[in-house]
């Protein structure tokens, strides 16, 4: 199994609300990571896990808040979000969150969330 | 800091013609590279890495990469275009920033194949 899986695939919330997207993955990678992506421009490092701990934290806001329960999964917690947080949201994973550099990370389909 | 260029936002070619797609790095120290392509819709696919050895490195989908130190490049090219391989293509350079490691991105490369 190569994939890294994400739901939901679309998401439309309130500035009110609160909803969590997930992401998995069964290759025993060590490192995961989200990414926000605006249209047509390069993916944005949001958060990255080391070994189910967060190790990288980009200076995202607080109504993001992610979670990584096991070595398998990660969530992204939103609340209270804007209009602008709309984009497409990538979750990754690699295999060794280590000092190696030469690993390559396997993406998810993404969330395309709107906030209204 | 470690940067990506990718000079050209968007990439038209013939159905059948070879194809470049451009990028040019900095880094400090060894330059850990990689190409990803991403369809409308859809998270980034990974389809090559330059790590060491080779200066031109084979990947998927019959895509390839040179690596040339000297110009810290490293194009992305294929020798005969598909409709298929329309899509958004990323550079990307792995390397120490601020004490930890990062990804840092192309601004994308649009390819359009043209039947």
């Known amino acids: 199994d190569t994939e890294v899986t994400q739901t939901p695939k679309h998401l439309v919330m309130g500035m009110t609300n609160k909803k969590s997207l997930k992401c998995e993955q069964h290759m025993g990678h060590r490192a995961m990571y989200w990414y926000k992506q605006k249209a047509k421009k390069p993916p944005e490092l949001m958060f990255v896990y080391s070994y189910e701990k967060l190790s990288i934290n980009e200076s995202v806001p607080s109504r993001f808040s992610p979670e990584c329960p096991n070595s398998s999964l990660l969530n992204l917690h939103l609340h209270a979000l804007q209009p602008e947080d709309s984009a497409l949201y990538l979750c990754?994973?690699?295999?060794?969150?280590?000092?190696?550099?030469?690993?390559?990370?396997?993406f998810g389909q993404g969330t395309r969330l709107t906030v209204v | 800091a470690q940067s990506v260029a990718q000079p050209e936002d968007q990439v038209n070619v013939a159905e059948g013609n070879p194809l470049t797609v451009k990028c040019t790095y900095s880094?400090?120290?060894?330059?850990?590279l990689f190409w990803y392509v991403q369809y409308p819709n859809r998270g980034l696919q990974f389809l090559l890495k330059?790590?060491?050895?080779?200066?031109l490195v084979k990947g998927s989908y019959g895509f390839e990469a040179e690596f040339n130190k000297s110009q810290t490049s490293f194009h992305l090219k294929k020798p005969s275009a598909l409709v298929s391989d329309s899509a958004l293509y990323f550079c990307a350079v792995r390397g120490f920033s601020g004490g930890y490691q990062k990804v840092t991105f192309g601004t994308g490369t649009k390819l359009q194949v043209i039947p």
């Open positions: 990754a994973s690699s295999h060794d969150p280590g000092q190696t550099m030469n690993t390559e990370a396997f």
């Open positions: 330059y790590i060491t050895g080779d200066n």
């Open positions: 880094v400090s120290g060894n330059p850990y």
